[in-house]
């Protein structure tokens, strides 16, 4: 049996600069703060914090990139939603050096998948609590964009 899924919101989150912590036990570390953002969906639309949110990044020994993301959604009615996810990003060494350098590079060049999960204390909003979510991404200079999926 497939799964199936239907959109939930695209979500494009700004970066401000990467603050590299270094090696560490379980790889070389970087922090990604995010400064903002919006998101938009049939469902669900709004901004993305500037005051809240990071991506907790380890370059793992076989050069995959593991997320570990928190940012806070402001949906348009004033309801706050805390948005976490874990992913991963894998690609050619060169294709990760471009992204490094923060170029532009098409997102089939690279694989960057994430499951989000959501809580709420909005009553309009409560349906997102109890869902399962799986995002596809990409790079752009200065952020990042997600289209994301809830499975039904």
Known sequence: MELQSRPLFTLYLE???????????????RIFPVSGGHFEGER?????????????????????????????LEVEDGAYILMTYRGVR?????????LGRGEAVDP??????????????????????AIVCVGKGSRFPGGVKYDLFEIL
């Not at 603050?19 to 379980?26: H, S, W």
């Not at 894998?90 to 471009?98: G, I």
């Open 15 to 29: 970066l401000h600069p990467t603050i590299d912590i270094g090696p560490c036990p379980a790889g070389v570390r």
């Open 44 to 72: 669900l639309k709004g901004k993305v914090s500037p005051l809240i949110g990071s991506d907790l990044l380890v370059t793992r020994q076989d050069g995959t990139f593991q997320q570990d993301v928190r940012v806070l």
């Open 90 to 98: 894998h690609a050619s060494v060169e294709v990760s050096e471009r």
């Open 108 to 129: 089939s060049e690279y694989y960057l998948r994430t499951t989000p999960y959501f809580e709420t204390a909005s009553p309009a909003h409560a349906w997102i609590n």
